[in-house]
């Protein structure tokens, strides 16, 4: 067992070590501020305050993690062997720079707690982040950090055991528009048809009449998708949107026959989620309803969510989904930038720094999603920023998620983006 001193355990110190060396190293930890109990202990330990004890392995604190609230705190990032680093920690550290303190600031969205200028649908930018500014953004920083960590203790601590991990990937499907044309009524059929005519979009008016005459809906993808998971044997998950129209929310209606079928025959298959409504953001009520009325369909819990846009306002977001009772959220990423939104590929349990607790919600950060990709338009050049992205989460045996709509996947561009699909996943089959 690992053994930490410090001179005051909070709920951030305790948060961030458990994650630390409990999830991502897989060590057994435990803490300590009494002098005596660090000093007889055999095994491996770690000083974390001020000022080394003894001479054992020891980490120059910040004062993060001994803080109460948000404080405006001047980041100043370094360079640690080729990696960028903040919170310097002098020399007489093992490392050169708080790691702790550093890991929680971004995985607690610390920077997204602060003041900052929102998008039109209340997103923070990515070009507001720290590791946009710094660039590093396309790193799972946190991960690379811990990795290091791993590697200096075992040279002090030879007998040092953990629990190793692989690499993982997970394809998200996001249906938030499951059909174009089909199952959306006579009313919103011919409101759609006289759209296309008044902007001379005749080409979706004769696959409009082409979907009437029997003819397969182009969004209508999942046969295909289910087909290709299989062939590469790739882990997927489709979140579904069953919400009412409104502004923001126009997929076919959740009291549709077909389109509960499709969900049902969908969820035999794979694990079916919520892909939450844009006007379910701010409505705790009208979440858990969505949820309610997925979970009847499939005749299973729904433990996971994804907000529309990808909208996440920190922290009131994961109040709501836990309010919601959802166990797990795939939010945690920019729809128009790669990379990682909080610096790691592990799952985290959200840290609300306003009340200075836990949250039960486990946030899975993606690093892909295919609106970024498509400013590129070429594919090769598309696989490889996908293929850096994914060796960097390789090297530390993290979990690589992306996120591909149906929509896209079934438009028309000058892309074949199915084809483009099959070549990302057949790329992460391992």
Known sequence: MLLVYTHKITPRFTYIMKHI???????EVSFTVKVEDFIKHSGPKITYTKQPLQNEFFVRSNDLLFQQGINDIEINVMDWDGI?????AGERSELAFDIFSASFYLLSRYEEFLPHVKDVHGRFSPKESIAYKHGFLNLPIVDIWVARLFKNLKTRFPDLQHKSKSFSYTSIIDVTTSHSYAYRGFVRGIAGFLMDLGRFRFKRIIQRFGVILGKKD????????VELHKKYKARSMFFFQFADYSTFDKNVSPTNNKFQFLIKSMADYSIVSLAASYSSFA????????KTRLEAVINRPVNSSRMRYN???IPLTYRNLVEAEFSDDYTMGYTHEVGFRAGTCTPFFFYDINLEIQQPIRVHSFA???????????PDEMLNVIAELANEVKKVNGHLITIFSNELLGGEHKVNWLEFYESVIESQHV
Do not use: W
Request: proline residues 5%; hydrophobic residues 40%.
């Open 283 to 290: 409505n705790t009520e009208l979440l858990k309803r969505e």
């Open 218 to 225: 182009p969004y209508n993808n999942f046969q295909t998708l």
């Open 21 to 27: 060396f409990s999830r991502m190293i897989g060590v």
């Open 311 to 313: 909208r996440v306002d």
């Open 368 to 378: 892909i999603h295919d609106y970024a990709l498509v400013n590129l338009m070429h």
């Open 84 to 88: 960028p680093c903040f919170f310097r």
